[in-house]
């Protein structure tokens, strides 16, 4: 059974800084591609960074230089460093693990940016 988890969010001010965790079982974690996706609140789910299984990534332009993406194949786990964190970032963040066409999600971890 595949599970994703997803850890890390919370509420944090302005500017402030996240490290989201997603830790996946049930897969072979290194031929997958990874990624985060954000909702925010009447909003489509939207792309925030994938990084394959080369670890090549790609980001979305809204966080290309203050998110990073990466991942850990011997544990298993990707993660998302968040710096300069904006009210816009407020979302419920998805961790997704993607490959040939086959996606699995996880259950979202809320992350609220506000003063």
């Known amino acids: 059974q595949v599970q994703l988890v997803e850890s890390g969010g919370g509420l944090v001010q302005p500017g402030g800084s996240l490290i989201l965790s997603c830790a996946a079982s049930?897969?072979?974690?290194?031929?997958?591609?990874m990624g985060w996706y954000r909702q925010a609140p009447g909003k489509q789910r939207e792309l925030v960074a994938t990084?394959?299984?080369?670890?090549?990534?790609n980001y979305a332009d809204s966080v290309k230089g203050p998110f990073t993406i990466s991942r850990d194949n011997a544990n298993h786990t990707v993660y998302l460093q968040m710096n300069s964190l904006k009210p816009e970032d407020t979302a419920v963040y998805y961790c997704?693990?993607?490959?040939?066409?086959?996606?699995?999600w996880g259950q979202g971890t809320q992350v609220t940016v506000s003063s």
């Open positions: 997704n693990a993607g490959q040939l066409g086959i996606n699995h």
């Open positions: 049930g897969i072979i974690f290194v031929i997958y591609a």
């Open positions: 990084i394959r299984e080369d670890g090549t990534t």
